[in-house]
C-alpha cells in the first residue's frame, strides 16, 4: 500500500489538495491541529501543514518518526 499524504491546517487554503489526493484534515484552532497531528495514521508520510498549522506544531513536526511536514508559502 501508498504511504498517504496529508493536509492539516485552515480548509480555506487547503481544498484543492484534495483533488490531488491529499487527506485534507481541517484544523482551525491550535488545539484541533494537535488533535489532527496526534491522529495521524500510521502509513502518513509527508503532511502539508498550512503556516498557523506550523507554528501550532512547533517542534513537533521535527520529531524523531514524524512524517516528513512541508510548510506552505503565506
Known amino acids: 500500500m501508498c504511504p498517504n499524504v496529508a493536509a492539516l491546517g485552515e480548509l480555506a487554503r487547503l481544498e484543492g489538495y484534495r483533488l490531488g489526493g491529499a487527506i485534507v484534515l481541517a484544523a482551525d484552532t491550535e488545539d484541533d491541529v494537535r488533535r489532527s ?5 500510521d502509513d502518513t508520510a509527508v503532511v502539508l501543514l498550512t503556516p498557523r498549522a506550523a507554528d501550532a ?3 513537533a513536526r521535527t520529531a524523531p518518526g514524524a512524517p516528513m511536514t512541508v510548510v506552505l508559502p503565506t
Open 37 to 41: 497531528w496526534a491522529g495521524l495514521a
Open 57 to 59: 506544531l512547533g517542534t
